[in-house]
């Protein structure tokens, strides 16, 4: 039988590993004519959530095509499940200063 403070040791080191292969959610911010936050690490199968904080229509669109969110009304938000590693550019449509990037470990 193991001493209980290894017992417990494994325990916590069971849960931490368990916590990093399940997948998040993440919120970005369209607020201000910006996404906030406006870089993010996340890993694959995670979801991110972009919810429209402002008082004018916005889309979070991927450069280059792939996922785009339609048009977010105010108050609007829109999930994305991330299936790829690398970096995932995205913008709005109607403004196209608002920048952002997922970075997908
Ligand atoms: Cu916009």
Request: charged fraction near 20%; aromatic fraction near 8%; hydrophobic fraction near 45%.
């Amino acid at each position: 039988m193991l001493p209980r403070a290894a017992a417990i040791g494994l325990l916590v080191a069971a849960a931490a590993s368990c916590a990093r292969l399940r997948p998040r959610s993440h919120l970005v911010r369209l607020h201000d004519f910006g996404f906030a936050p406006d870089s993010l690490v996340v890993a694959v199968g995670d979801t991110v959530v972009f919810r429209n904080d402002d008082v004018v229509p916005h889309t979070a669109t991927r450069v280059g095509g792939g996922w785009d969110s339609g048009e977010l009304g105010p108050g609007a938000s829109w999930r994305l499940v991330v299936r790829r590693p690398g970096a995932e550019h995205y913008y709005c449509r109607y403004h196209p200063g608002m920048r952002g990037v997922l970075r997908v470990r």
